[in-house]
């Protein structure tokens, strides 16, 4: 099981996180409280906010992987 901990997973995950940092930073209001069009309708942030946590868990997790937290 060793050969899928070859180092990768540090570099994945780490494009992974600034991925997922930078699209929260693109669907935070820029002034006000007006929120961007894609998240404006009941229940968006469900729709929008459930796969980005999943991106930060994953990213996250192939950190760990790649650390050797997780074995």
Known sequence: MNWLVAG?????GL??????IALVMFLRPREGLQERLIVSFPGAWIVVGLPLTCLFGISIALLAIGFGILH
């Open 8 to 12: 990768s997973e540090i570099l994945a």
């Open 15 to 20: 494009i992974l996180f600034a991925g997922a």
